[in-house]
């Protein structure tokens, strides 16, 4: 489950652009690694993955407990293999880490 919590854990958000038509084959593509090889990774917190609505965008946003643990994954074979199949997918990917830095969450009271 996504919490997201100030200083708690490490963020990566990767920005595919795609064409159109290959918009779904790269969120196969990330459901399938999340599934099968980054949940199993140590650290590994939670993964979220965002399409646009205008079509040319995948957001993934993944959360994980440490860089240490992310570096870790980057160095599985298997995670690694799972990366570069989305990213040739894709036009582009724009990989970036983050920490959260401020959150704002709507009270529950003031929901419809």
């Known amino acids: 489950m996504t919490m997201i919590t100030i200083g708690q854990s490490l963020v990566i958000r990767e920005v595919f652009t795609v064409t159109r ?11 399938e690694a999340t599934e099968s090889v ?10 979220n ?14 959360q994980w407990r440490q860089v240490e643990d ?9 995670a690694t293999e ?14 970036h880490l983050y920490e959260v830095a401020c959150i704002d969450r709507a009270e529950a009271s003031a929901a419809p």
Do not use: C, W
Request: net charge negative; glycine share 4%.
């Open 21 to 31: 038509d290959r918009q779904q084959e790269v969120i196969d593509e990330l459901s």
């Open 38 to 47: 980054m949940r199993e990774q140590p650290g590994y917190i939670s993964a």
């Open 49 to 62: 993955i965002h399409r646009s609505l205008d079509g040319p965008k995948v957001v993934n946003y993944v």
């Open 82 to 95: 799972h990366r570069e199949r989305a990213e040739r997918i894709a036009m582009s990917v724009e990989p």
């Open 70 to 78: 992310f570096q870790a994954m980057l160095r599985d074979p298997t």
